[in-house]
């Protein structure tokens, strides 16, 4: 589809799905809390209808569960599901990063840096609030380079898989924000140098960073 041609509406069901996806995602809605269709429904503006078939395909996504005389229930992951996810995020990111220095453009490369001295400028005036959504623009825009054709689907698919609440983001934690922009700027060298081996293993060693930071927060 051209950028000129006219996206089709979102449907109601995916309206409702893209709602409950990024409450649960980002820790709005925590683990354990039960989400009747009704409720949704009520509090969305749409019928239950939607709301029942964006319950099934989260529930194909692993992030509800249905039990007896409970309904749909968002799944409250511990600590080897925390490791599991952030271990296979190193590797997924990792290698998105390795093809990545092969065939970035300079186009490309600009368009992270400026990404990147956005998040230092929003660090230094403060503004935390806004380093994961970027933090997530710059990880998944680098898998997108990396992998367009299977990566970037399935990095999305496995982020969009584990609830980050807003209280344990390490961007809130100053010495894990200045490490972690040291990183970024380590991969964005290695990627500018066309080293894949050096933005890997920075990649993998900052997603794992994060994971340590999770599992004790």
């Known amino acids: 589809m051209s950028p000129s ?49 964006a319950l099934r395909r989260l529930e194909k996504d692993r992030l509800i569960s249905y039990e007896a005389h409970h309904g749909a229930t968002v799944v409250d992951l511990g600590d080897e599901a925390v490791a599991e996810y952030y271990g296979l995020r190193s590797v997924v990111e990792g290698l998105g990063a390795r093809l990545a220095a092969a065939r970035i453009t300079a186009e490309e490369l600009a368009g992270l840096r400026e990404l990147h001295a956005s998040m230092a400028d929003d660090f230094a005036h403060g503004r935390h609030d806004r380093l994961g959504e970027q933090s997530r623009r710059f990880h998944l825009g680098i898998v997108d380079i990396g992998g367009p054709a299977f990566l970037g689907g399935h990095a999305r698919s496995v982020r969009n898989s584990f609830p980050v609440p807003a209280e344990a983001s390490l961007w809130l934690d100053e010495t894990q924000v200045k490490a972690q922009l040291e990183a970024h700027e380590g991969i964005l060298n290695a990627l500018e140098s066309g080293d894949g081996e050096t933005a890997e293993r920075i990649m993998i060693d900052h997603v794992r960073l994060a994971g340590e930071f999770r599992q004790h927060h």
């Open 5 to 53: 041609e006219p996206r089709p509406p979102m449907s109601k069901a995916d309206y409702v799905y893209s709602v409950l996806l990024e409450d649960i995602r980002t820790g709005q809605i925590p683990g354990g809390t039960a989400l009747r269709a009704g409720e949704v429904a009520k509090r969305l503006g749409v019928s239950v209808t939607p709301v029942r078939e």
